[in-house]
Every structure is written in structure tokens, then in C-alpha cells.
């Protein structure tokens, strides 16, 4: 079984400041980790994936993450955001051989100017 | 190429009624996952299917059910609505072609259900 600790539920950051989202997840098996952002009144849009290889992956929109497997973590990371980046962002986990993905609760970031 | 299409986008239903979603997948995709989302339990899987067979169950009752068909759409049903299904309920679709967990998921706009 999985799970994702998404530590923070709200992020509050002015515009052209970096920003780092949270996300440690559990697994007793290879996990893969994807970052999800939600628009307001929208689905899901996918910003990255890490599914083996470089630990560093390189998202849309200018937003990387870092799998770190001794932390059990995926942070997200984005160097300046900006007004538009706001939103709610979901880390989550799938293993094993289900494609089922476990989400984390979510991390409501907002941008200010 | 057309993303996932979801109908309809909004449903008001009464306690007790039951109720049925729509989910086109991205033209190619052969699974469709169902996902239900509320302020309380968040983002919750309820199941995928694949070749129009149930492949993975989340754990919800039995009221909810879907189904599949040979085009790959898919439609979710959910029995004796109760005030607590009221939420939005997300459908995805993914390629399925290396296997499962890898796969990535894209999700449509979603369907916003109210029960009164």
C-alpha cells in the first residue's frame, strides 16, 4: 500500500519569489510520483512525472521536483512564480503493478502581488 | 487531439435517486479510472477498468458501479444517492500499453454532482 503526506495546506508566496511544495509518500513497493495541478473549477492537469532515471524532473509551466529515495520525498520547486501558478497542486503515488494513483490532500498555493 | 471528455458537467439529484456519468477517453487510451473528489476525503480512486473489465476497486460500497465499453467509454453509476456523494467525480484515461503504475493519467473536467 501507498500514501502521500502532503505537510503544507496552504502556501502563501508574492509573485517572482521561489516557492517548494511538500510531498513525502510511503511504499513498500517501486513507487512512480507525479505532480498534478487543479485549476479552479477544472480537472486534473498533469505538471511532472518521475517514473525511473534522473532524480530531477523537469515539468510544464517551469516547475521541477527532486526524488529524493532516502527522504522519501518529492518536493516540487518552482524558481518565480506567478499570479497564474495559483491553484491547488496534488502530489500522488502509484506501485506496484495497479495503475491506481493515491493522492495527497493537497497544497492550495497563492500567488500574490 | 481531444482530451477527456466528461458529461454531464453538473447534476443536481435528490436523496435516494440514482444517477449516471459519462466518460470519454483521449482517442486510443484503453483504461478509464474513476475518481471521487470532496473537501473531506480529498481525491479517493474507485476503480479502473480496462477491455471492459473491472481491473482495480477502491474501497467504496457496492452502490457505485461502472462499466466499460468496447470504444473504451465508460460510465459510472451511483444507486440510493446519499447526501455524502455529493462531490465532484473525476474520470482518466491512460495509454495502458507498459502495464499499470507507470502509466500516466489524464484527467477530464470532471462532473460536479449535488445531492439534496
Known amino acids: 500500500a501507498q500514501s502521500v503526506t502532503q505537510l503544507d495546506s496552504q502556501v502563501p508566496v508574492f509573485e517572482e519569489a521561489p516557492v517548494e511544495l511538500r510531498c513525502n509518500y510511503s511504499s513498500s513497493v517501486s513507487v512512480y510520483l507525479f505532480w498534478y495541478v487543479q485549476y479552479p473549477n477544472q480537472g486534473l492537469q498533469l505538471l511532472l512525472k518521475y517514473l525511473s532515471g534522473s532524480t530531477l524532473v523537469k515539468g510544464i509551466n517551469g516547475f521541477e521536483a527532486e526524488f529524493n529515495k532516502s527522504q522519501t520525498s518529492f518536493h516540487l520547486r518552482k524558481p518565480s512564480v506567478h499570479i497564474s501558478d495559483t491553484a491547488e497542486y496534488f502530489c500522488?503515488?502509484?506501485?506496484?503493478?495497479?495503475?491506481?494513483?493515491?493522492f495527497g490532500t493537497g497544497t492550495r498555493l497563492q500567488v500574490t502581488l | 487531439k481531444a482530451g477527456v471528455t466528461q458529461t454531464p458537467r453538473y447534476l443536481i439529484k435528490t436523496r435516494g435517486q440514482q444517477v449516471t456519468l459519462s466518460c470519454s477517453p483521449i482517442?486510443?487510451?484503453?483504461?478509464v479510472s474513476w475518481y471521487q473528489q470532496t473537501p473531506g476525503q480529498g481525491l479517493q480512486f474507485l476503480f479502473e477498468y480496462f477491455s471492459e473489465t473491472q481491473r482495480n476497486k477502491g474501497n467504496f460500497p457496492g452502490r457505485f458501479s461502472g462499466r466499460q465499453f468496447s470504444n473504451s467509454r465508460s460510465e459510472m453509476n451511483v444507486s440510493t444517492l446519499e447526501l455524502g456523494d455529493s462531490a465532484l467525480y473525476l474520470c482518466?484515461?491512460?495509454?495502458?500499453?507498459?502495464?499499470?503504475?507507470?502509466?500516466?493519467?489524464?484527467f477530464g473536467p470532471g462532473t460536479r454532482l449535488l445531492v439534496l
Open positions: 482517442s486510443g487510451h484503453r483504461s
Open positions: 500522488a503515488v502509484s506501485g506496484g503493478t495497479a495503475s491506481k494513483l493515491t
Open positions: 482518466a484515461s491512460s495509454l495502458l500499453a507498459s502495464g499499470g503504475a507507470a502509466e500516466t493519467q489524464y
